[in-house]
Structure formats: structure tokens, C-alpha cells
């Protein structure tokens, strides 16, 4: 048996490809070291078979919907996962910024902003954050990050909407379970812990003695180790350049690279054989930081680029589909009889 389906095919797909231990990933037959870096995310969502199209508005219900999370201090996760439920299928990849940006003004008692039809996805989501046209660095920043992390595979949120696909049920449906899954710290939950980590430290001077005692208490360091990967993640690679770019000369940048390379040190020194490389969520948190988002926009905005990936996939699920229905070993009881 396999816990957590480990090593169990259950689909095949065109739309990318994880080698965990060469260290690869491919999208739609291109390095994401290649593609993430150069392709506009309006190009990275068409190679996947998702038109990069659609009514960014949002629609009345929608609004409320978000104005009501608002009022009870939702999660965004919560709120993206509710607004998300009241749209058409053909709106879910255009409007996801929307609904992370209108949320997250109307959180801080600020009125939803307008997208503009002359921005590009990612220049507009930035744009509907706060008013103000973004630079192109910021945006060829985010650009480089929604590229990276436009589908990765059967990952956990995938599984999901291809599973709920299976069943004959509607995208928007699928989607919305995606999300849920999303939401979980193990899933795409951990990129602002591991900005909180470089945060504790504070100094390179003090990487050392704090990582240590972290693994010495048994915490696991945030944005280090993947279950897939056996190497170092090519999608840190990716935005630990686009970080440097961004960022070069920033105290927090070579704050991060210290804080990297002595956890590397110390994980092999603690766990030898392991093989606990850096992992997507470590410069994930430092790029979306230089770009300027909060900690709490982290996962929404991951769901911004996966939702592609998500949809592509449900289009997949459906040209060639059969029912996703493992089987489950019994290990409970056997031989009880219910009194009369």
C-alpha cells in the first residue's frame, strides 16, 4: 500500500513534467528556466490550452460576496474560495485577480478598483492592489513567478480538480475544491513561514545559531526539503534570479542567501543523505515580498497563476475521461454484532 499515493500513476498529461530527481520541470515541452523568465504569463496560460481571454469584472454577486467576507475578516483563501463559487466557468482565469485584489481593498475599508483593458494579467493585478500603474521591473517580476508555478504536475490542488472532473461535474466546481486544497499549510500555504524565518533572524551573524536550534528541536525550516524533489527545485533557481534582479543591493536579499546557504550546510550536517535543497517557497516568499504584496496575499496570488493549470488539466480530465475511484484497505473491526 501507498500512503499518500506515492508512486502511483493516475493520469497522463501534456501539460508539464516533474522529474524529482534530475531536478526538472518542463511546461508544455519547455525548462521552466527557459519559459518563466521570457514568455509573458498571457503566453505560459496559452501553451497550456487556456485562452488568456475573459471579463475581468466582477460580477454583482461576486462583489457582495467579497463585501461580506470583508465584513467578517475572512481569510483570502476563504474569500477567493467563495467569490470563486458564484462565477461562470469562462470568467474563472480572468477574474481570479480581481477577486484577490477587491477583497483585499475592501478588507482595509478601501473600494474595489476597476481593471484596465489595456494592462496584461499581471500588470493589472498589481494595478487593482493599489491604484497605481506598476513598474515593469514589479511586473516582469511577477510575470517570472506566475510563469514558474502555472502547473507542477498532479500536485495535491490538481489531483483534486481532476478528480472532481472525473465525476462529470461542472469546471467551476472543480476549481473551487482546488482552492480549498490550495489553502493547506502543506500545500500552498508555506511561502510567508519561510519569510518569516529569514525575518527571525534578522542578521547573517545570527543564521547559524537559530537554524541550528530550530533543527535541534525537531521544527522543520520552512522553504527547504520537497516531497518530490531530491535535488535542488529549478523553480527556486528561477526566482532566486528574478529576487536578483529585483532586488540586488537589498540588505534582505543577501540576508536570504546567507540564511540559504547555512541552512543547505547545516541540513546535510543534521540529516545526511537527505538531500534537503531549497525548495519554490523560500525565494517565492522573498520575490512576492520585493514585489510588494503582504504576507497574506502569498497563496492567493499563487492561485492567480495555478488556476491555468487547473483548467487545462479539467480539459484534459475530459478528452480522454474515466472516473478517478482508487481503492482503500479496510483496517477497522471485523465480527461485531448489534444487539437487538
Given amino acids: ?32 528556466e527557459e519559459l518563466a523568465p521570457n514568455a509573458t504569463f498571457e503566453e505560459a496560460v496559452s501553451l497550456l490550452g487556456v485562452s488568456p481571454a475573459g471579463d475581468r469584472t ?28 458564484v462565477l461562470l466557468s469562462d470568467q ?21 478598483i476597476a481593471p484596465r483593458a489595456d494592462l496584461r494579467h499581471a500588470a493589472n493585478y498589481l494595478y487593482m492592489l493599489t491604484g497605481e500603474a506598476p513598474s515593469d521591473e514589479r511586473v516582469r517580476a511577477l510575470e517570472t513567478y506566475l510563469n514558474t508555478v502555472v502547473d507542477h504536475g498532479l500536485n495535491a490542488s490538481t489531483f483534486t480538480a481532476r478528480v472532481i472532473t472525473s465525476t462529470g461535474s461542472d469546471l ?17 500555504g508555506a511561502p510567508g513561514p519561510a519569510l518569516d524565518m529569514v525575518f527571525e533572524i534578522g542578521k547573517p551573524e545570527r543564521a547559524e545559531s537559530i537554524l541550528r536550534k530550530k533543527i535541534e528541536s525537531g521544527e522543520r525550516l520552512m522553504g527547504f526539503g520537497h516531497r518530490v524533489y531530491k535535488v535542488r527545485d529549478p523553480r527556486a533557481d528561477v526566482l532566486a534570479a528574478a529576487a536578483e534582479r529585483l532586488l540586488r543591493g537589498d540588505r534582505l ?39 510588494g504584496l503582504e504576507t497574506p496575499l502569498f497563496t492567493p496570488t499563487f492561485a492567480i497563476s495555478r488556476v491555468a493549470g487547473w483548467i487545462a488539466h479539467c480539459l484534459e480530465q475530459r478528452r480522454a475521461n474515466r472516473i478517478i475511484r482508487p481503492q482503500s484497505v479496510y483496517v477497522g473491526p471485523r465480527g461485531l454484532h448489534w444487539a437487538a
Fill in 172 to 188: 467551476v466546481s472543480a476549481i473551487v475544491g482546488a482552492v480549498g486544497a490550495l489553502k493547506g499549510p502543506l500545500h500552498g
Fill in 92 to 112: 474563472l482565469f480572468a477574474a481570479f485577480p480581481t477577486i484577490v485584489a477587491a477583497f483585499w481593498r475592501l478588507l482595509h475599508h478601501q473600494e474595489p
Fill in 253 to 291: 536579499y543577501d540576508l536570504a542567501k546567507t540564511v540559504e546557504k547555512t541552512a543547505i550546510r547545516l541540513l546535510e550536517e543534521y540529516k545526511p543523505g537527505r538531500r534537503l535543497q531549497t525548495n519554490v517557497e523560500f525565494y517565492t516568499a522573498l520575490l512576492l515580498h520585493g514585489i
Fill in 1 to 32: 500500500m501507498n500512503q499518500g499515493l506515492d508512486g502511483v500513476v493516475a493520469a497522463e498529461t501534456s501539460l508539464s513534467m516533474v522529474d524529482g530527481e534530475r531536478g526538472e520541470l518542463i511546461i508544455a515541452g519547455y525548462p521552466v
Fill in 58 to 85: 466582477l460580477p454583482p454577486i461576486a462583489l457582495e460576496v467579497l463585501r461580506a467576507s470583508a465584513r467578517r475578516g475572512d481569510d483570502p483563501m476563504d474569500a477567493l474560495r467563495a467569490a470563486a463559487g
